[in-house]
């Protein structure tokens, strides 16, 4: 028979047992809300945030001076005013245009650029092939082959200027033994050029052969291997087959070199530290960016100087177009 007295009441813990476990639940689903609230903030804006040093840095020291310069070019301004423009719109290009040191400076970088850049390649291309097969030590010879890129240009630029002494250099002393009189490397036309080709060479050598030595480890050894059954030699492996696959690792390289042989300044400028910016006694080696130095610097025609660096600029750009043009007919030929 059922008993007809009340059910015991539930103690006050038990009353709030439900309540607060209810609580309890409710705050840990808002915190979970709001870590996944975070996580998905710092999922979209993360990125933003690391690269915005690159663009803030960018703006700053990149853009803004472009752009600065294009405004000056179309000034006379000079530098010990900067803040006194007179505008006279595209009369500091039309100047260069009729300006002879402008397109001797032009030429000679043209022809330093070729002396320099394509015995270079060629030799870098040469290097590569030799350390992409296992040698003893091969890790000492790619630390060596970049050494000479590790060096400052004005470190560099000095020692080969006392290699290249007309009296004294050691340059001179090696051909006197070959029975050739000393030649005079500062003051002659291709020979100041030619030596001042030799310091890029030096210093950029080793850095172009590592870029196509990781190009050649990344090549199948399927290719090598169905050469070699069919008996093609190891020199016929590299130019039917090594050459062909870094061609667009070469064609980078070629604009590469091409944009630092636009912008040469530090090796010219100090080879013949007693010319100064006018890169010897008839200009014989001054380059685009000594001719710049010396108008901004030198005779404190900031808007020359800044007309000077936008047709730099205007150089460079057609040669990224050509590199384009080029890449994209590899691209449809491969």
Not at 139 to 168: E, H, K, N, Q
Request: hydrophobic share 50%.
């Amino acid at each position: 028979m059922a008993s007809d007295a009340p059910a015991a009441a539930p103690s006050k813990g038990e009353e709030g047992a439900a309540p607060r476990g209810q609580a309890d639940g409710v705050a840990d689903g808002r915190r979970r809300a709001r870590r996944s609230r975070r996580y998905r903030l710092d999922v979209k804006w993360s990125p933003y945030a690391f690269v915005a040093p690159f663009f803030v840095f960018f703006l700053a020291f990149g853009l803004f001076p472009l752009l600065y310069t294009g405004w000056a070019s179309l000034h006379r301004v000079e530098l010990t005013a900067p803040t006194d423009m007179e505008w006279v719109g595209l009369r500091n290009f039309s100047r260069l245009l009729e300006d002879e040191f402008f397109w001797n400076a032009l030429k000679n970088t043209v022809t330093i650029g070729l002396i320099s850049t394509v015995p270079q390649l060629l030799i870098a291309l040469g290097i590569a092939h030799l350390l992409n097969y296992r040698l003893r030590g091969s890790m000492f010879f790619r630390v060596v082959a970049l050494t000479p890129y590790a060096t400052s240009v004005a470190a560099a630029t000095l020692v080969f200027v006392l290699l290249f002494g007309r009296d004294y250099g050691m340059i001179n002393w090696a051909l006197g033994l070959a029975g050739i009189d000393n030649i005079d490397w500062q003051n002659g036309e291709w020979t100041s050029q030619l030596a001042v080709s030799t310091i890029v060479i030096w210093r950029w050598t080793g850095y172009n052969a590592l870029i196509y030595l990781a190009a050649m480890q990344a090549i199948p050894h399927d290719l090598y291997e169905s050469a070699a059954l069919d008996g093609a030699s190891r020199l016929q492996q590299f130019i039917h087959v090594t050459v062909p696959s870094l061609r667009p690792t070469i064609l980078f390289t070629c604009v590469v070199s091409t944009i630092g042989a636009t912008q040469l300044f530090g090796e010219p400028l100090l080879f013949n530290g007693g010319a100064g910016a006018t890169g010897g006694a008839d200009h014989q080696f001054q380059t685009l960016g000594l001719y710049l130095y010396e108008q901004g610097w030198v005779n404190l025609h900031l808007g020359r100087a800044s007309a000077i660096a936008w047709a730099m600029f205007l150089i460079l750009l057609v040669i990224g177009a050509v590199n384009w043009l080029l890449a994209r007919r590899l691209s449809k030929s491969a």
